[in-house]
């Protein structure tokens, strides 16, 4: 006996789920709907199946194949247009010859098809079917039967003053092939408002069949997540893909639940899930296959569809999550919301109570989305951020991105020129490495692999050797689970703005080049990368002068790649090093506190009574310091001490700092006849005319500093060398250079502004500057007489806006950044 599954349905009520999949393959404790269907009829000795399809037909033939992996054989009828319930079973008609069932493809059921037929035949009906007892009948088609069970009337979607009987049609049917006669070729036909009725006009048999097993027409969303609950709480006999680990607690292959993490039954976690500290799964909570859960995320009547991230401290109650969404940190999903597929939802935004995301669509960082979203879509800005392309892991950031990426990259360098590509230590790095390298190649490019090193190390390969460019990739230093690939242009610095333009219109465009098989570039190893790179390094400073001084030394090498220069560079000083943290790991640089480990850097120092200690921070590129009493640094005070023992050792000496850093730098510079520069908040670029190329230190604000006469970007080795020549010049001990500096009091505060209103926000923060300075190096500083300021400034990737102030105390910096930020509000209030 065949077995008809009907599943060209689109959907409708189901979306947006059902706008990249057919209903009938929406999972179902994480099994298509269908296959479940599929299941039922294989256990009850159906294994020819016909299926009809229509709507994204080739995602129900792609899974299921020719059936032959799920026991039964399957062949398909398609609609070219909407035929009906009976229309589509029509479509099939040379495949059903002989009595056969039809059963809907998008429905949660266990009822007993073996009794259905046993029924059919007993009462010698051309129809038979299964009919259920509901509480609520509106949504169905209610049927009247004789007292033994015959058939005698149809009531399609009654009212409450129609309703006669609390029986409705279940859309199963046991038919016999004669049924097919009554239907009409050629346009949409219904089996319960038509075929059915012709057939009682007619005079034929149609028996109904109660039954009190579980089904559950999965129409609307509330019913997809009620369906998942009677799963979980075994009111349905369906097989779960899971093991049970405890009562109502159901566990995949290869997952792994942090012990701090709460799981209440009923719950079901699928194969490759992870779930992080603290967070709390349940109870009714279903995760597909490959979700990763952050810590403290609590999801509660939720379900998760495949390969979905959530981030820390998210919040889900009563939604569902389609297929690869990514919720950002303290995302929260109210009761009923949903999101379709490819969804991005940024950080402590929140999804309000019965609003629907559509797919691919992008929730702002602390957006408050109160309306479904259908066709607006906010993609991605930029493929570049602040320094490259950065992306969680695995999940923004995949091999094939990077693959893609690369391509573009490298089709922007003439074919045949080579770049040097390195990485840090960590696992996502090497992978996302070896794709990087293998779009280069595709594209034509050779490549130097200098394997693990830092960014500096990196830099001076390009710059010194023969490479047209350079990329490197590692972990995000202020997000240890998302990884940036940053891509370098001939002279080792960063690309600027209309490269990185260049690049993202290849890569949009799909316009990389792929070379002939002979064309394919190679790769090389260099050699001697580090011992090159020291070389280059002690050529700018006086050695002597730095051996003479007899430094002790505490560093910290904080787990990172440093530890592979740092030996050859020490070898020259004639230093005595305590060294902490030298190996090369990647849970150390995860884990890695800075407050905890300067602190315990600081304890070293004093008890070692080193001349300094310092950490090289783990892509190499910034430097925190503790002078000799065991005073750990701050950022600030890092760039006044260099700014001060530069300008003190070098007659009118050129400095560069970003135009958010203290006033008290000017003061120095004007004090020693130095020549002072301002640069954007990244400290990228220089205003004016200078060129960093000339000047004598180049800063941030978070600890980097680049000597450019060696490189022009920040390098924490080549500061720490400098450093070491700068105060053995001086003679005093650095707690005394420190004990020197002024005292500085800045305050930051930072205003949620959508991207599409920050060009307003200026505008009016500009008309409304009221200042004898104004600085527009980098947003608007308005600079009084008395020397404070205020800076407000457009974040450049995320959905914010940075109000910095100097004030002449702390309490007076903190209530000039408050107006200022006050002010920025009221603008976007008018906006």
Not at 397 to 406: D, F, G, T, Y
Request: overall charge negative.
């Amino acid at each position: 006996m065949k077995a008809v599954i009907m599943a060209g349905g689109e959907g409708t009520r189901l979306r947006p789920l059902t706008m990249s999949q057919p209903k009938p393959m929406l999972p179902m404790a994480n099994r298509p709907m269908a296959e479940h269907v599929l299941g039922l009829l294989r256990n009850h000795g159906f294994d020819e199946i016909v299926v009809t399809v229509a709507y994204l037909a080739n995602t129900i033939r792609t899974y299921f194949g020719d059936g032959s992996e799920f026991g039964v054989r399957i062949v398909y009828a398609t609609e070219e247009t909407p035929l009906g319930t009976a229309g589509s079973v029509l479509n099939a008609r040379d495949e059903l010859t002989e009595r056969f069932l039809v059963i809907s493809g998008d429905v949660l059921t266990d009822v007993d098809l073996g009794e259905l037929v046993r029924a059919h035949d007993a009462a010698g009906a051309v129809a038979t079917l299964a009919l259920k007892a509901m509480e609520n009948p509106l949504e169905f088609g209610i049927v009247i039967t004789d007292p033994d069970g015959r058939v005698a009337r149809f009531l399609e979607k009654p009212t409450w003053g129609q309703v006669f009987s609390d029986t409705v049609n279940t859309g199963i049917y046991v038919l016999e092939p004669e049924v097919l006669d009554v239907i009409e070729p050629g346009r949409a036909v219904d089996f319960s408002s038509e075929v059915f009725p012709a057939l009682l006009a007619g005079g034929a048999r149609i028996q109904g069949c109660l039954t009190d097993r579980y089904w559950e027409d999965v129409g609307t969303l509330d019913a997809y997540l009620r369906a998942h609950a009677d799963i979980l709480d075994a009111k349905v006999g369906l097989r779960v893909d899971a093991f049970p680990v405890r009562p109502g607690v159901f566990v995949g292959e290869g997952v792994e639940i942090d012990p701090t993490a709460e799981v209440e039954a009923p719950a079901l976690i699928g194969a490759n899930c992870r779930v992080g500290p603290h967070a709390r799964i349940g109870p009714y909570a279903v995760l597909g296959v490959n979700v990763r859960v952050g810590e403290g995320a609590e999801l509660v009547r939720t379900v998760v569809h495949d390969n979905c991230y959530l981030g820390a401290r998210v919040r889900a109650r009563g939604s569902v999550v389609g297929r690869s969404c990514e919720l950002r940190q303290g995302a929260r999903l109210d009761e009923g919301a949903v999101l379709g597929d490819g969804c991005r939802v940024g950080a402590d935004a929140l999804i309000a109570a019965s609003v629907k995301v559509y797919p691919s669509k992008t929730v702002e960082e602390g957006a408050l989305v109160t309306t479904s979203v259908v066709w607006e879509s906010r993609a991605a800005r930029a493929l570049f951020g602040r320094v490259g392309v950065t992306g969680l892991a695995n999940v923004d950031l995949s091999p094939e991105l990077a693959v893609r990426v690369a391509m573009a990259y490298a089709t922007a360098l003439p074919k045949g020129s080579t770049i040097a590509v390195s990485r840090d230590s960590s696992r996502a790095a090497r992978v996302l490495k070896r794709a990087v390298m293998v779009g280069v190649n595709a594209a034509g490019l050779n490549v130097e692999d200098l394997e693990a090193a830092t960014v500096p190390v990196t830099r001076f390969q390009v710059r010194s050797g023969q490479s047209r460019g350079g990329v490197t990739i590692r972990l995000d230093p202020d997000d240890p689970q998302s990884v940036v690939i940053r891509f370098l242009d001939a002279e080792g610095n960063d690309l600027d703005d209309a490269a990185k333009r260049a690049v993202e219109r290849l890569y949009y465009r799909e316009e990389s080049r792929r070379v002939l098989a002979s064309e394919i570039g190679d790769i090389e190893f260099p050699p001697r990368t580090a011992e090159l790179y020291t070389l280059a390094l002690v050529r700018d400073v006086d050695l002597e002068r730095i051996r003479a001084a007899r430094f002790k030394l505490v560093l910290d090498y904080a787990y990172g790649t440093a530890s592979l220069v740092m030996p050859s560079v020490l070898a020259k000083l004639g230093a005595e090093v305590l060294v902490v943290n030298p190996l090369v790991s990647t849970p150390g640089v995860i884990g890695y506190d800075r407050d905890v480990h300067t602190a315990r850097l600081a304890e070293l120092v004093r008890s070692s009574g080193a001349h300094l200690g310092a950490v090289i921070a783990p892509d190499g590129e910034r430097l925190w310091l503790v002078d000799d009493t065991g005073h750990v640094l701050d950022d600030t005070e890092s760039l006044l001490l260099l700014t001060s023992l530069v300008t003190a050792a070098r007659r009118g000496a050129r400095v560069a700092a970003p135009v958010n850093a203290t006033r008290a730098v000017a003061e120095i510079c004007a004090r020693a006849g130095a020549t002072l520069a301002c640069t954007t908040l990244g400290g990228a670029a220089v205003a004016g005319e200078h060129d960093p190329a000339d000047a004598d230190l180049v800063a941030d604000t978070r600890g980097g500093f680049a000597f450019p006469a060696h490189l022009r970007a920040p390098d924490a080795v080549a500061a720490l060398v400098h450093l070491l020549e700068l105060a053995s010049a001086d003679g005093r001990a650095l707690s005394e250079v420190v004990a020197s500096l002024p005292a500085t009091f800045v305050a930051h505060e930072e205003v949620a502004t959508p991207f599409e209103l920050k060009g307003s926000v200026m505008r009016h923060v500009l008309e409304r500057a009221r200042a004898e300075d104004l600085v527009l190096v980098d947003g608007v500083k308005c600079v009084d007489g008395d020397g404070t300021w205020t800076l407000v400034a457009p974040d450049a990737v995320r959905p914010t806006t940075h109000v910095y102030a100097e004030g002449w105390s702390g309490p007076d910096a903190t209530e000039r950044v408050a107006r200022a930020a006050g002010e920025v509000r009221r603008i976007l209030q008018l906006s």
